[in-house]
Nanobody, 125 residues
Framework: QVELVESGGGLVQAGESLRLACAAS????????MGWFRQAPGKEREFIAA????????YYSDSVKGRFTISRDSTKNMVYLRMRTLNSEDTAVYYC??????????????????WGQGTQVTVSS
């Protein structure tokens, strides 16, 4: 079992930056990959970024590539999502996810075994 808790969401102005954090606890040594997803009202949950835990290889959606950065601090079992140049389309609930199984596709929700409760990010224009 892996528990995930997100933090760092809030209300920001367009063009500003924000950093989300995800604290992992439990059987974290089994982590294969960590991901960030988001869900806006009336829309499906959308892949944002992911990291293969051992290699640190990263993956990004086209909508955030170049603006968002996923990183980790394995000593603290933390994963971060640095978000820059935010715009109103980034408004959503952001979720952290963990996979403890070997996955090939990092961009789908079904690849992940555990999810956090989400943190709201609202960007005002």
């Amino acid at each position: 079992q892996v528990e995930l808790v997100e933090s760092g969401g809030g209300l920001v102005q367009a063009g500003e930056s924000l950093r989300l954090a995800c604290a992992a606890s439990g059987r974290t040594l089994s982590t294969y990959a960590m991901g960030w997803f988001r869900q806006a009202p009336g829309k499906e949950r959308e892949f944002i970024a992911a990291m293969h835990w051992s290699s640190r290889r990263t993956y990004y959606s086209d909508s955030v590539k170049g603006r968002f950065t996923i990183s980790r601090d394995s000593t603290k079992n933390m994963v971060y999502l640095r978000m820059r140049t935010l715009n109103s389309e980034d408004t959503a609930v952001y979720y952290c996810a963990a996979s403890v199984s070997t996955i090939v596709v990092f961009t789908t929700t079904s690849s992940y075994d555990y999810w956090g409760q989400g943190t709201q990010v609202t960007v005002s224009s």
